[in-house]
């Protein structure tokens, strides 16, 4: 009898779980997975003391390891991010690590409750976005962090709809990637619309770019800024690829592609062939919406780069931003060799970049954000001291919302919910709730950001030179970030005049954003 009561009780108990695991809203892995889905939480509360003697360490797991992914899942949900007992990883061993140099008298960073906090930690751009060149809807953006491309597709609808809810909660813009609008990027948060080779959402019968279809989506949707699309840091010089198995009848519909194929933009864009031609292309979408155009591409031959300098400092032609993506950028699905070999990373591709510009003196002009696996304050601020303005989060966006890195997105079945569109998956991100965390993510990052730049002296990232930075190579060799990039000294310093406007930029953030918005 015992037996039978103990059993009944039992039942009832995997019965409530059950219950409550699908109908509970936090953990989309829960309502997909329930009852099983415990035994992941299970295993990471009692990872750290299992893999100090089996597995791995918390340095070793790629893209982001162990220790990254744990400081965005406690941000986002406003838990503990602090680590205790030292840093575990070895500097003496280390390759091409990172060192900021803080400075002797740091400035104070308000807290919680003291005078003149912003409990938003608001950084705007130290440039406005389309103002050197007269456009009619030139911004200041309000946060120097944004998401970075990620087409609804390779992303869920609920996906989707949480990081444009927590765009608006944070204050920042979300890409759109190149797969078109849908109606699950309107829910209040500013867009940038990019346009890939595949135009989706701006394309005639043909496949062929359209004006009219662009301008009748600006009328009707908050889009602040479009972006051009040459190339991805994931798959350069190869186009887009979204498995047939996540073309719905939606997307078809938005992309203007057929149900049960791939859907494959092309490689190169049939509306430009060159710099030349990119320039008129650009100029003409921002006569006709006045909205800053920029343009989006990894680094590999650094011809078209010296040519679009070179036209911009010769022609009264240019873009209004640039968007640099590393080849250790982030795809839903790509053939292994582009992913691993193609492109190069980031912090060389960008700096190759911006010293063109410098040298053609075109470089006050334009806008420069960044892109790929800069989603963390030390990579972000040293991406800032580059010469960037901004910079673009996407896998770490989806981390906040719930990504466990399962690397499932190219088949469908992202057990989260996050990069799939079956719908039962799906079901389990609420968006009401991951947009909060997306949001909690954005705020902590802008709120390290202004931390780590105050520990250099200056009040705002943009202020923040090379010469806050070692780079450790094995050995404990240290050389400075300036001559390891090759900058000359006068690269990316701002005069006492600009940093007098940024300084003052910072005094009252969020009234001078919301003026020029």
């Not at 989006?296 to 036209?311: E, M, N, P, Q, R």
Request: charge should be neutral.
């Amino acid at each position: 009898m015992i037996w039978a009561v103990a059993l009944l009780v039992g039942l009832l108990v995997v019965l409530a779980v059950f219950v409550y695991d699908v109908t509970q809203r936090k953990h989309a892995i829960l309502r997909n997975f329930p009852i099983i889905g415990h035994f992941r939480y299970w295993l990471e509360a009692v990872g750290p003391e299992l893999r100090q003697y089996i597995v791995t360490s918390n340095n070793e797991e790629r893209p982001f390891s162990r220790d990254q992914r744990r400081w965005v899942y406690a941000s986002s949900k406003h838990q503990n991010n602090y680590f205790g007992f030292g840093t575990d990883n070895d500097l003496e061993q280390s390759s091409s690590y990172i060192i900021v140099k803080q400075v002797a008298f740091p400035l104070d960073s308000p807290r919680p409750g003291e005078t003149g906090h912003d409990p938003q930690y608001r950084i705007p751009c130290a440039k406005v976005m389309g103002g050197p060149r007269g456009r009619k809807n030139a911004f200041r953006p309000a946060s120097i962090v944004n998401t970075s491309a990620m087409s609804y597709g390779s992303l869920s609808a609920p996906a989707v709809e949480a990081i444009n809810r927590g765009v608006k909660l944070a204050g920042c813009m979300q890409n759109t990637g190149e797969g078109g609008i849908a109606r699950h990027h309107d829910h209040g948060g500013d867009l940038v619309w990019q346009l890939g080779t595949g135009y989706f959402g701006a394309r005639d019968a043909n496949g062929r770019f359209s004006m009219e279809r662009l301008l009748a989506a600006v009328a009707r949707l908050p889009i602040r800024a479009i972006e051009i699309k040459i190339s991805q840091g994931a798959k350069p010089g190869l186009g887009g690829v979204l498995p047939a198995v996540k073309v719905t009848k939606e997307i078809s519909e938005i992309r203007g592609v057929p149900m049960g194929t791939d859907c494959i933009s092309p490689a190169a864009h049939t509306a430009f062939k060159d710099a030349d031609s990119l320039l008129d292309f650009a100029e003409k979408i921002a006569d006709a919406t006045g909205l800053p155009v920029g343009l989006k591409s990894a680094v590999g031959d650094l011809g078209f780069w010296k040519d679009l300098a070179g036209l911009m400092a010769t022609t009264g032609r240019g873009v209004d931003f640039i968007t640099v993506d590393g080849g250790e950028g982030g795809t839903g699905a790509a053939p292994l060799v582009f992913a691993d070999h193609v492109a190069l990373p980031f912090k060389v591709g960008f700096s190759r970049v911006y010293r063109e510009l410098v040298q053609q003196g075109v470089h006050a002009h334009v806008v420069f954000i960044g892109s790929g696996k800069l989603g963390f304050p030390d990579v972000g601020l040293l991406a800032m001291a580059l010469g960037c303005d901004m910079f673009n989060v996407a896998r770490e966006a989806m981390l906040s919302i719930g990504c466990i890195q399962a690397q499932r997105c190219h088949t469908g079945h992202c057990p989260t919910g996050v990069a799939t569109q079956g719908q039962w998956l799906m079901r389990g991100l609420d968006p009401a709730y991951k947009a909060a965390r997306f949001a909690n993510y954005i705020v902590t990052l802008r709120k390290e950001l202004l931390q780590l730049s105050h520990a250099c002296g200056v009040a705002h990232p943009s202020l923040v030179s090379l010469d806050s930075f070692d780079i450790l190579d094995p050995g404990l060799v240290a050389r400075g970030a300036r001559q390891v990039f090759g900058y000359e000294p006068e690269y990316n310093v701002k005069s006492a005049t600009e940093r007098a406007a940024i300084e003052s930029l910072m005094a009252s953030p969020h009234l001078i954003v919301q003026a020029q918005s």
